[in-house]
């Protein structure tokens, strides 16, 4: 149980697949869809549990480790239609394209790492990596419509403060490294 709760603390906050490794870093283009938050949450936490069993009950027996990520890329681009069917016909104001999710590395990264732990370790990086990448996505939401209302200086509007802004949101969460050790 303390495996389900270390990698779950683990994957939302520390290692923070969207901030903490450049897993999902392509995310942080298009913040300002919540559709794209909640997607993406969803899709890593059904990705990495997915991805421990099709490796266990699939890949392992027919020694097709080597090819995990090649074929763990269709799996994703399945599970990404998927989520997008689900939550159109949940919420039909959330329609994200399931091109925007294929995209993803921060679900594909949660999908290689999760073969080499347990179905519980697994299960808490998907829901962990979920839940931090949807805080990510929210998070920076709130801190550039913050940044749309201040007076910014010219060279900095666009590009170079999504930068700053960026980078401030990694060391925000780098501040939870050590998060749960002794």
Do not use: H, K, Y
């Amino acid at each position: 149980m303390t495996d389900l709760l270390f990698a779950l603390l683990g994957a939302a906050l520390a290692s923070n697949l969207v901030l903490g490794l450049p897993l999902g870093a392509d995310a942080l283009r298009q913040p300002r869809s919540r559709a794209l938050a909640l997607a993406g949450g969803v899709l890593l936490a059904a990705a990495a549990p997915l991805a421990w069993l099709f490796d266990q009950f699939f890949l392992a027996p027919l020694n097709l480790g080597p090819l995990r990520l090649f074929l763990f890329l269709p799996l994703l681009a399945a599970l990404a239609w998927l989520v997008t069917r689900l939550l159109a016909r949940w919420r039909p104001a959330l329609a994200v394209d399931s091109f925007l999710l294929l995209g993803n590395g921060a679900a594909l990264g949660a999908m290689l790492l999760a073969p080499a732990g347990s179905l519980l370790q697994a299960l808490g990086l998907g829901l962990g990596g979920g839940f931090g990448f949807w805080l990510a996505l929210r998070l920076f939401d709130d801190l550039l419509t913050q940044v749309e209302q201040a007076d910014v200086p010219a060279p900095f509007r666009g590009t170079p403060m999504l930068l700053i802004c960026a980078g401030l949101m990694g060391l925000a969460f780098l501040g939870f490294n050590g998060f749960g050790t002794p």
